[in-house]
């Protein structure tokens, strides 16, 4: 009944692996079509096939090919990011108005960016976030700051998180983005934070959306999640900001890694509270089995460009 | 002229990766064959062509297949790991008498655990090492304490090293193999090692053996190693406990920066320093352009059986 520690990361980390089973990576596979742009030689990401019959592809910028299985942006090699992504925006919200989609019901026009082969910047689409953990420290050991997720959200409601995370806008740095989020939904205040919280690397995974996220099934969501710490002193708690957030417990090791084995953490939140486990000495090769598997997999090598800040 | 942190931790992860370049890929596996043992599907490593053609294999134990690529070790399938080990010591002890490889030369007889694709324990080999940086901190930051190898050392004399660091021997726990190489190689006391050291999670890669390793060129050498931080009182300062160090320097984060970008640390030394420098927020998405890449090459998902200790 309860949830390994792998079983959370593969969760989290579930389109397949290439070289763990050749037929079912390229099983999985057909079920995409490639996402391109025209100058550019890469993938960069998969659109559910369901996803590209429906969609309305104003043919003036875009080609399918259905025997190639992908999708191309075809504005001119040299285009500017922000005309590719006023393209893209207008597909999108053609989209949104054709209400064809359960996963664009409620889509908040957030811009992340999508980047080339050379770090470039190719336009605006979702990818990046910072996720941080707050804790305290006292004689009986750590505990963490975790908020429920409103039951009003419309992807993984009610369900347990990281003490604050967002996608980073475009153009924000990593630290920028979660020094904002921290203010925005936990009631952090900036100057304390920007004193305190410690990068600490990051996850990368490659998501297969499943029902509880809400909207279609299946959609491939590679990510890459900047990780941090923020040590807090026990009198500073932290207080919704926004209505993102249910409330926010503090919980002791052990009732975490209990909520963890009932699933209760949305899964790239389990992902990053096990990588805080592993860098704070709690999970180690002596009590996790499956160690070795979950350090390879919270830092997947994404097949796609990715950014330099 | 200085190198880069993405160029350090590519010397160390230097096996190609088959999703950069396929025709890279398959034209450098092409040196190797590739290593079996009789009653698993799984490749266990790869072996030079060149230093299979010279090794004497004794026929009763060994078939080489060099259309296929293959040394398999005959033994069978329900052999104990004792006796498959003993077989793979009377081959290596053969080849040591014929003294052909210069790796052998000074073979020092330790065994390390090999692993089947269930986490079984095959044989012995070498794969699986711990790591520990040792550091103090004061008002001006961390100081790191950086030793220099042996110029008598076989392998990478006289370049620089973390605090402590040793292969983890047949049956031993990664966390005991840290305290052993402690107190052997740096005098730190068990009993302060056991309170203070903090399991941090682990860096795998695989290497491919350069001049500076001594013995032959293009060794394939698939490596795991965990990773440990031990924070100093000051007024403790570690001291060359064996032949292995010539001496222990307390060096600056700027020091250390400077050294691993004149290449004076160990190939693989240089890859944890990196991972610690992520770890306590010195590397950062802001400061590092390659940040994601060598993030995920620190964690490479190794295409061989793993342990589960």
Request: glycine fraction near 6%; charge should be negative.
């Given at each position: 009944?309860?949830?390994?520690?792998?079983?959370?990361?593969?969760?989290?980390?579930?389109?397949?692996?290439?070289?763990?089973?050749?037929?079912?990576?390229?099983?999985?596979?057909?079920?995409?079509?490639?996402?391109?742009?025209?100058?550019?030689?890469?993938?960069?990401?998969?659109?559910?096939?369901?996803?590209?019959?429906?969609?309305?592809?104003?043919?003036?910028?875009?080609?399918?090919?259905?025997?190639?299985?992908?999708?191309?942006?075809?504005?001119?090699?040299?285009?500017?990011?922000?005309?590719?992504?006023?393209?893209?925006?207008?597909?999108?919200?053609?989209?949104?108005?054709?209400?064809?989609?359960?996963?664009?019901?409620?889509?908040?026009?957030?811009?992340?960016?999508?980047?080339?082969?050379?770090?470039?910047?190719?336009?605006?689409?979702?990818?990046?976030?910072?996720?941080?953990?707050?804790?305290?420290?006292?004689?009986?050991?750590?505990?963490?700051?975790?908020p429920r997720r409103s039951k009003n959200k419309?992807?993984?409601p009610s369900?347990?998180?990281?003490?604050?995370?967002?996608?980073?806008?475009?153009?924000?740095?990593?630290?920028?983005?979660?020094?904002?989020?921290?203010?925005?939904?936990?009631?952090?205040?900036?100057?304390?934070?920007?004193?305190?919280?410690?990068?600490?690397?990051?996850?990368?995974?490659?998501?297969?959306?499943?029902?509880?996220?809400?909207?279609?099934?299946?959609?491939?969501?590679?990510?890459?999640?900047?990780?941090?710490?923020?040590?807090?002193?026990?009198?500073?708690?932290?207080?919704p900001?926004d209505n993102e957030v249910e409330e926010?417990?503090?919980?002791?090791?052990?009732?975490?890694?209990?909520?963890?084995?009932?699933?209760?953490?949305?899964?790239?939140?389990?992902?990053?509270?096990?990588?805080?486990?592993?860098?704070?000495?709690?999970?180690?090769?002596?009590?996790?089995?499956?160690?070795?598997?979950?350090?390879?997999?919270?830092?997947?090598?994404?097949?796609?460009?990715?950014?330099?800040?």
């Amino acid at each position: 009944m309860n949830k390994s520690n792998l079983e959370l990361v593969r969760e989290c980390d579930s389109f397949p692996y290439y070289e763990d089973n050749r037929a079912v990576y390229t099983e999985n596979l057909k079920k995409y079509h490639a996402f391109r742009v025209n100058g550019y030689d890469d993938t960069l990401g998969y659109i559910l096939n369901s996803v590209v019959e429906k969609w309305p592809w104003p043919k003036e910028h875009w080609v399918i090919d259905s025997a190639a299985q992908t999708v191309t942006l075809t504005t001119p090699a040299d285009a500017t990011p922000e005309y590719r992504s006023q393209v893209v925006a207008e597909s999108i919200a053609a989209a949104v108005k054709v209400d064809a989609f359960e996963v664009l019901r409620g889509w908040r026009n957030e811009k992340y960016p999508v980047y080339g082969p050379g770090g470039e910047f190719l336009l605006d689409m979702e990818r990046y976030g910072a996720h941080m953990t707050c804790y305290v420290e006292d004689a009986t050991g750590l505990k963490f700051w975790i908020p429920r997720r409103s039951k009003n959200k419309q992807t993984y409601p009610s369900m347990l998180d990281n003490t604050v995370a967002g996608g980073m806008c475009t153009n924000e740095k990593p630290f920028e983005c979660i020094v904002r989020e921290g203010v925005e939904e936990a009631s952090l205040p900036e100057s304390i934070s920007r004193a305190t919280i410690v990068a600490r690397g990051c996850v990368t995974y490659s998501h297969i959306r499943d029902a509880r996220a809400g909207g279609e099934i299946g959609l491939s969501q590679p990510e890459v999640e900047y990780v941090y710490d923020m040590k807090l002193d026990p009198s500073l708690i932290p207080l919704p900001g926004d209505n993102e957030v249910e409330e926010f417990n503090l919980l002791t090791v052990e009732e975490v890694r209990e909520a963890l084995a009932r699933g209760e953490f949305k899964p790239n939140c389990a992902v990053v509270i096990i990588d805080f486990f592993i860098r704070h000495g709690l999970l180690t090769a002596e009590n996790e089995p499956d160690f070795l598997d979950i350090l390879s997999r919270l830092h997947r090598r994404l097949p796609y460009p990715l950014a330099s800040h």
